[in-house]
């Protein structure tokens, strides 16, 4: 049985403060029937999709943070994607601002089956950024203001054939989020990303080092483990705000197939064969020979660095 995997990565170009999620959510629903056009299975869109990136704004009002989270889903407005991509018996993953009925509030992506339903979940485990206002940022960061740490971990998933991780944004630039969908034999990676063109703490890091450092995230994490890695990027100006593009599909060897070429609403498209994540994980990245556990324990038992006294 083939395992190829056609799949389009749908980037978000910007979406203003005052945009409506039904207007966003038709923008996506156009990318989906262009995607269904060209007989792809599984559409990516971005990290929080349905809205502007709102952590860079500094409310202290709950209730007008609370207006960027969807409290169900399928909510109403996104409900038209939902039933479009049932339709196309097209599957998608999809990023959001989660409030949880007990008042828990998350960035998460859920993956949808060809059927609409839910196939799974995942809550961003690293969030960047800061929890108060920090004059001393050329702009703001607020997510570990407006969100808690994801409580489930990094799941995979058995689905269209392969197994299917996600993490979103930032977590692409931790080894340790890689390696934990690694060791569940993950096959291919979807992601989403909000990053801003310039560094708010350091003006001369701009776009191209920034485009860099995601590069260099993407492609070690996918040959690291042998998977092909989609990322997708809502990028553009947003009301003034720039965050740069770089929509990318990563093959299990590491190398860029193929990449956005605007930061727009732009559609990437690769067959991923799944089979090719074989020889990867059979040879140098196979875990099982070549792992040293032994000498991994501070992984998991210390966060701060700490050097030697002398
Ligand atoms: N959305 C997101 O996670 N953005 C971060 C910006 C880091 S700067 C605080 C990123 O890693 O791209």
Redesign the pocket.
Known sequence: MSRILRVAAAQSGPIQRAESRQAVVARLIEMLDRAAEKKCDLVVFT??ALTT?F?RWYMTDQAEVDAWFERDMPSLATRPLFERAQKHGIAFKLGYAELTPDGHRF?TAILVGRDGKLLGKYR?V????HGEFDPARSFQ?L?KRYFEPGDIGFPVWRAMGGVIGMC??????WPETWRMLGLQGVELVALG????SV??QKADEGPAQ?AFQ?RLSMQAGAYQNATWAVAVAKCGVEDGHPLMGGTMIVDPNGEIVAEAQTEDDELVMWDCDLDATRFGKETVFDFARHRRIEHYGRITSQTAATPPDK
């Open positions: 990290e929080l990136f952590p960035n961003k690293h969030l960047p950024g960061h997510e979103i944004c930032n977590d692409r630039r990303f909000n990053t801003p560094n708010s920034r995601h």
